[in-house]
């Protein structure tokens, strides 16, 4: 049975975003290493707290770590910022086209941001036209 992943809150999705490179200390522990992730406190516990709850944290030994779970969730939420990005500039294309019929760089763009082309071959295809 699929397990649901759950939902990030900005804050949570940055914190997941660094313990996601190295686990770090819990900020009972050192309060300034959030400060030094650029992590507010007290947004942290909160955090820390529903983290936890949803399985997505754990704390040991007064270090925070990412569980599995807790990995899903922040490369999900990854996942869906960069299609929302993808589908931004695709649409930024369509209407680059529809202002300039004629132009190559509406096509270009949207294949590159379909993955449907790599780079160079966009870049091609702007030098042909």
């Known amino acids: ?5 759950p939902a990030l809150t900005s804050s949570e999705r940055q ?28 947004q942290l516990r909160s955090d820390i707290e529903e983290l936890r709850r949803t399985r997505q944290v754990t704390v040991a030994e007064g270090r925070l770590s990412i569980t599995e779970l807790g990995m899903v969730a922040y490369l ?30 509406p096509h270009s763009l949207r294949q590159l941001a379909q993955g449907a082309w790599p780079l160079d071959q966009a870049l091609a295809h702007l030098d042909r036209t």
């Open 76 to 105: 999900a939420a990854e996942r869906d910022e960069l299609k929302a990005a993808l589908t931004d500039v695709s649409a930024l294309a369509d209407e680059l086209q529809r202002r300039d019929p004629a132009s190559a760089v």
């Open 15 to 42: 914190m997941l975003g660094h313990l996601a490179l190295a686990d770090f200390p819990h900020p009972d522990i050192e309060p300034k290493s959030a400060a030094a992730r650029g992590l507010d406190e007290c």
């Open 1 to 5: 049975m699929p397990v649901p992943i």
